[in-house]
């Protein structure tokens, strides 16, 4: 026998393993890695399984935890088996809430935990789809709440749901009447109405109404575009530019740009009309004056909260009230 890299196999020694082969652990796969941020306890299970099921399927190893890759019978495969059995199991053990985890007893076997963890927790039944719909149903922008948050928990929900009452699809794969394309196309229309009635009316009221004024109605990806597009417009704009937000997040509309226009300047017409008999400024009627409600919108900022501070505002320069003040309805 020689030193060094030159030393020949003998029947004992371990032969190396390709990296594609789910036999495979690189220098990375520590027991003590983490799969997942989600911590498993009593209500997140589908999320958790979800989380890890990605996580195994990168790394080709999922088929230890479902049973598909079958115990070796012959070395140095056997070996390799159970390592990476007892190294998954602690890949899981990382990712329970430790008030789970002491009442799971420890198993060097990750298909015996996987499927202690399923039957355990993957419970589903009436009552937990029932409150899932539930949550759906009065699911809402609250007042400081974003387009991203807001789009994130209906996702989250649509997801856990999906889950347990998956799309119809075609199973026999004869199927020419797309039926799978048409259960997709009205999930889609469905979850758009949801989307647009969660949403703060008086920010987005009339970006709703002129999206589904549309022929056909905009994808879901496209309302959830047009409303981040109005919310942006609304954070660095004026509540003036509500009306022009609207025309621009509404591309392919059935309005061409001069229309687009002749409707924005009618409506500002009619604003002009209006005037408020609490602050003595044109644009909004009493009904919908925020200084006199106390009920401000997030993108209200600096302006104005009192009469006090509307007359100061106005002395500082020419239409700096107006702007200040302005409600649009």
């Known amino acids: 026998m020689t030193g060094g890299d030159n030393i020949p196999q003998t029947e004992n020694s ?38 890890i099921r990605m996580s195994l399927k990168s790394r080709r190893k999922f088929g230890f935890c479902d049973g598909s890759i079958k115990k070796s019978s012959e070395e140095p495969l056997l070996g390799q088996w159970e390592v990476i059995h007892c190294t998954i199991v602690s890949w899981l053990r990382a990712t329970i809430d430790p008030a789970v985890l002491e009442s799971i007893p420890y198993v060097e076997d990750a298909t015996a935990m996987w499927k202690d963890l399923e039957e355990r927790f993957a419970v589903v039944d009436g009552t937990s789809i029932h409150s899932l719909k539930t949550e759906l149903g009065e699911c809402r922008q609250t007042k400081g709440m974003s387009v991203t948050q807001y789009y994130g928990k209906l996702k989250s929900l649509w997801d856990a749901i999906s889950i347990h009452e998956p799309p119809f ?21 469905e979850r758009l109405h949801q989307f647009f009635m969660g949403l703060d009316r008086s920010l987005y009221g009339t970006l709703r109404n002129n999206q589904f004024q ?32 609207v025309a621009i997040a509404t591309p392919g509309g059935s309005h061409t740009p001069d229309e687009w226009k002749a ?20 644009g909004h009627d009493i009904s919908s004056c925020f200084i006199k409600s106390q009920k401000f919108p997030d993108w209200w900022g600096s302006r104005p909260r009192t009469l006090a501070e509307l007359r100061r505002s106005k002395k500082s320069g020419p239409g700096s009230g107006r702007m200040a003040a302005r409600v649009l309805v």
């Not at 220098?27 to 890695?33: A, E, I």
């Not at 109605?217 to 942006?232: D, F, I, S, V």
């Not at 409707?263 to 044109?282: N, Y």
């Open 263 to 282: 409707i924005r300047e009618k409506e500002k017409a009619e604003r002009r009309k209006l005037f408020c008999s609490h602050c003595e400024v044109h």
């Open 14 to 51: 371990v032969p190396k393993i390709d990296p594609l082969s789910p036999f495979y652990l690189g220098s990375g796969d520590l027991p003590s890695l983490k799969l997942s941020t989600i911590l498993l306890n009593h209500r997140n299970y589908d999320n958790w399984s979800r989380s």
């Open 214 to 245: 549309l022929e056909p109605l905009p994808t879901l990806n496209r309302g959830y575009h047009a409303t981040l597009q109005a919310e942006r417009l609304l954070q660095e704009g004026t509540p003036a530019d509500v009306t022009d937000v």
């Open 169 to 189: 699809a075609c199973q026999c794969g004869k199927c020419t009447c797309d039926i799978a394309g048409k259960a997709i196309k009205r999930l889609d229309n």
